[in-house]
């Protein structure tokens, strides 16, 4: 048997503490929730329960996911927006209402983009729902909590619920407390740890999931962004020939921004920095495989996609993606995220921010 998709799902096996944090929304009028806590300590566990008890009672729930290393409401390496009209057992189930790509599954160099994403979705939820329920990373530690603390001063959340097993979280408690209500959840005895490897295969599944019914559409005409590649004046021929006879390189394209650096796509030795300051040279592999979001006019994500052929020489670009035909047309923007992944699940490889 396959495993489950997803690690978290409903339960009624759950401490009291939770019915207590139930009666205590249920007081409100709506507002939004942000659930905050280690890895593992049944964050999305006790959200799904929650969720599903304040739509019992006639609540309307929006989920915003900004998990990103864990995704429930594909797609992954995004935040994302849903909103069930019916009870539902995993965040997996759960149409995606819209999403803000982030790129990479692993959120530290992206603050900016989580702040946003999360900010926005949440905006969009409080209109669409009374209660807006926010999953997190379990990064609550060190420049985790710096995010946490972002998050909470933009977001205001009106209620911060913190899933602790003693008081690992005081910390962070003293940083937001006097923005938002704190409540303490007791962590689930039952509540259970993932070594990594489970983790990447509970990632893998995803992946190929979201993959599964997807095609290659080429793409012309729209703006690549997240790089600095792709940008400023193409490079001639000559030019090209120049850097390859200097470095020993073959250069498929070239760029040369406003202030006069060098952004190039090439193959062969490894960079030997002459002129490092005003040379930035990737490896032509580094955009095989690479994550992408296909972004609409609005800056939001449509579907995320896998680049195949880089467009390279101010070509098409070749992504496979599952977005159906009458979406495409709404794709104004290619965005880079960093992480290289195939269709089949396999993570290849995490980039830096700065390599593109
Ligand atoms: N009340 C519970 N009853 C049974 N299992 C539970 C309970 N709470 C959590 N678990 C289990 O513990 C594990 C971690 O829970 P969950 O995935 O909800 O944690 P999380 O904090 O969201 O983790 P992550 O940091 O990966 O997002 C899961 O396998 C989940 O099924
Ligand atoms: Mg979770």
Known sequence: MEAPVEKAIYTEDVPEDREDLVRELLRMQGGAVMFVGDVDTGKSTSLIYVANRLMEEGRSVAIVDSDVGQKGILPPATVSLAVPDEPFSSLS???CEACYFIGTTSPGQYMGEMAVGTWRLTSRGRK??????????GFVYGRGAEMKRLKVELIRPDVAVFLEREDELEHLKSMVGHLTRTVELRVSENAREHSRE??????????RRYFAASGELVLRDVTVTGTSLFHGRR?????RELLERIYGWIVFEGWRDPK?????????KPFAPLHRGCLHAVDVEKLSNLLVGLIDRDGLCLSVGILKVPGLGGG???VLTPLGDEEVSKVTEVRLGRIRVTEEGEEIELLRRDEL
């Open 316 to 318: 098409a670009l070749q």
């Open 260 to 268: 006069g650096c060098y952004h190039v796509v090439k193959a062969g």
């Open 128 to 137: 669409l729902a009374d209660f807006v329920l926010l999953d997190t990373t």
């Open 93 to 95: 189930e759960l149409k």
């Open 235 to 239: 490079l001639g021929a000559a030019e």
């Open 198 to 207: 489970d983790r990447r295969d509970v990632r893998m599944r995803k992946w």
